[in-house]
Each structure stands twice: as C-alpha cells, then as structure tokens.
C-alpha cells in the first residue's frame, strides 16, 4: 500500500514538476511570476481534450496541445509583459491576473462550466502486477512521457544556442545583450517552451484524473508555486524535485491522514520554506 502511494504521487508531482518548471523559466528570464501560467495550462488542456474527441491519437494530441500553448504563452509575453517592461514591478503580475480571467471565462463559454470527460478509450490499457505494485500501462505512459518532456527541456536549455541565450539573459541581460544575444527573442523563447510544458502537462493531468474543468487551472497552477517554492524559485532541478516531493505528499495525506487537510499542510509548507529557507531546496 506505501509503495502502491509512492508510484501514485510520483506520477501526479511530476506532472507539478512541469508546471513548475514553467514558472521557473520566466521566472529566472524576467524575475517575475506569470500569474496566467495556470489558465495556459488549462486552456492546453481543453485544445487537447477536443482534438482527441476528435479522434486524433494520443502522440498527435500532445504536440497539437503543446503547440497552442506555447503560442497562449506568447500571446501572454505580448499582451502582458512586453508593454509593460518599464512599468511598476506590479503591472505585469496584476495584468497577467486579468488575462487569466478572460481566458478562464473563455474555456466557460467555449467548453462549459462543468468538469469535461477525457475519451476513454485513451485511457484503458493493461494492467500490471509488480509485487505490491499494480501499474497500468496508462500511468506508464504518463511517467515516461513527464520524464521525457523534463530531459527534453534540461536538453535544450543546457545543450542548444537558444538555452545557451537563455541562460545568459537569466544570468546578467545588460551582458547578453552586449555580447549580441536578442534579449526581447529569448524571451518570446522563454514563454513558448514554458507555456508548451504547461499544455502537455494539461494533457497528463487530463489522463490522471479522467476530468477537468476551466476552474482547475488556477488550483493546479498554485499548488505548483507550492513546488516551486519547496524546491528552489529559479532553480530547474528544484522545480524537478519539489513537484514530485509535492506530489508524494499530497497523496499520502489522502491516502492515510485527512484528505480535506491536504490544501493546510501543502499551502503551510510553503509558508514554512517562505519564512524559514526562502531559497528551497536547491535555490541559491
């Protein structure tokens, strides 16, 4: 039953963890938080949900998804923070609320109110008994795929000239810019590649819970702050390894404590690392 939990919460952090990790990004870029990043998310989600009751197979919904996203996540850049570079610190944080009302009210007329079904039939497949363990082939696949999409984006930051710019911009943006790195392009970069996480997350979450609805987004994109804030604002391994700690607890608290108590512990933890290690785990 504990180590049944454990794969559980593994599963559901690392979707936290990609989530996260799109925070991290902007974050790092900007040092500011995209208070949208959360609709983004959901927003890839319900583009994912209807592509695929459109019948589109599962390795097609996720780059459709993920695509969308991404452009949602210029579209947030543009809107939200390009004209706004030289405005107070808290203009692009207060619009980016506002946009992210109007995307949540959009989902609401585009989709409905109420929680949205994913297609079953990408969700059946074989069951396998490890031991204690019983996993299917559905939680196998979103496993691999989290872990993929996180290499993924270790990989292209740390091994292509546009992750090298980023990095360089995150470091010191006067220097970058000096050195002829096009700081206003690695931003747009920045926003897609998080924004595109964000939505193939939105699928996973989709395929772990079977429902969504357009109010999830803001929930999910809040207990990933969580994450990122246990494991280290700015850090990628952080966001890596707070979604799965988030992950994990979350899960064994429903599992063996009081599943209504999980939003006090989550949310206190954080409150915890904010006042007591305000660098998490793996912060400077």
Not at 34 to 40: I, R, Y
Not at 51 to 60: C, N
Not at 147 to 165: E, S, W
Not at 201 to 228: D, E, I, N, R, Y
Request: glycine share 12%; proline share 3%; charged share 5%.
């Amino acid at each position: 039953m504990f180590l049944q939990q454990c794969l559980n919460g593994v599963i559901l952090g690392s979707i936290y963890a990609l989530i996260a990790i799109g925070y991290n990004l902007v974050l790092g870029i900007l040092n500011m938080l995209n208070l949208a990043h959360g609709e983004v998310f959901m927003m890839g989600a319900f583009v994912g949900l209807s592509f695929a009751l459109w019948k589109m197979p599962l390795w097609a919904v996720f780059p459709t998804a993920m695509l969308f996203a991404g452009l949602l996540g210029i579209l947030v850049e543009r809107t939200c923070f390009a004209p706004l570079r030289k405005a107070h610190l808290l203009a692009p944080l207060v619009s980016t609320i506002a946009l992210g009302t109007v995307l949540q009210n959009t989902a609401t007329n585009i989709w409905g109110s109420y929680a949205r079904v994913f297609p079953r039939d990408y969700l059946t497949g074989t069951t396998f008994n490890l031991g204690p363990l019983v996993i299917s082939t559905t939680q196998i696949a979103i496993l691999v795929i989290a872990l993929l999409l996180m290499v993924g984006v270790h990989a292209f930051i740390h091994r292509t000239k546009v992750g090298l710019a980023m990095r360089a911009v995150a470091e010191d943006s006067d220097n970058s810019s000096l050195m002829g790195v096009n700081n206003k392009t690695i931003i747009v970069w920045t926003f897609f590649v998080s924004s595109a996480l964000a939505g193939a997350a939105g699928v996973l979450v989709f395929m772990v819970f079977g429902q969504l609805s357009p109010f999830t987004g803001g929930k999910l994109g809040l207990l990933a702050m969580v994450a990122m804030v246990i494991g280290g604002m700015g850090s990628m391994k952080g966001a890596m390894v707070g979604g799965l700690l988030l992950g994990v607890v979350q899960v064994m608290n429903s599992a063996y404590f009081m599943g209504s108590m999980t939003d006090i512990i989550l949310f206190g933890v954080m409150l915890l690392f904010i006042l007591l290690k305000p660098q998490g785990l793996f912060g400077n």
